[in-house]
């Protein structure tokens, strides 16, 4: 039996990628290490997607008259939206977990638990007030330099995904989705 890797429709990586990061109504038609690392490999095609819209609504309101503020709230907003959220919930459990103090195995039960803690909650409220300061400013240097931040940043963001899923990077944990893409990216793919 080989080891290499079968080819994957560039269809089947796109759906996968789209399907498992974002909102957007996509049927994920295989589920398995070689869609997977299809679909990692183009998790930054999704970010860019998820980045484009952010800075079309961002825009959208500073050519309605908004200010830099708002069109820097609306534009963490709509990745937020577009994801469902799982970056935070990502985020916000991480924390949650690291703040524990507690060994790895009690820690990665902290991060299974469906609520949020309070180092959580302090994580996403100071993560996402950087977010729309760094945007406000952005925005009010000009409208490009901002529509360019939420674009770069929402694809640089799914590009880790891509280089945390390479080979020799294990699983936190034997379940879920990052047991499901750990180690299915070649290192030349990261790359």
Excluded: N
């Amino acid at each position: 039996m080989s080891t290499t890797p079968r080819p994957v429709p560039p269809p089947h990586g796109l759906r996968f990628a789209f399907g498992t990061l974002t909102v957007l109504p996509v049927r994920v038609g295989r589920w398995d290490r070689e869609a997977a690392r299809a679909g990692m490999l183009c998790a930054p095609l999704a970010g860019l997607v998820v980045g484009l819209a952010a800075a079309a609504v961002g825009l959208l309101l500073l050519l309605l008259g908004a200010g830099p503020p708002l069109a820097a709230v609306a534009t963490v907003a709509v990745p937020a939206v577009l994801t469902r959220g799982l970056h935070l919930d990502g985020l916000a459990d991480t924390a949650d977990g690291l703040g524990s103090g507690k060994p790895a195995e009690d820690a990665l039960r902290i991060m299974k638990q469906s609520d949020i803690g309070p180092f959580g909650v302090i994580t996403l409220v100071l993560v996402l007030l950087a977010q729309v300061a760094a945007l406000t400013r952005a925005y009010d240097d000009s409208w490009a330099r901002g529509a360019l931040a939420a674009v770069v940043s929402a694809t640089a963001a799914r590009l880790v995904l891509t280089l945390a899923a390479r080979t020799g990077v294990p699983a936190a944990r034997p379940e879920g989705l990052g047991a499901a893409v750990a180690g299915v990216v070649p290192v030349p793919g990261a790359v």
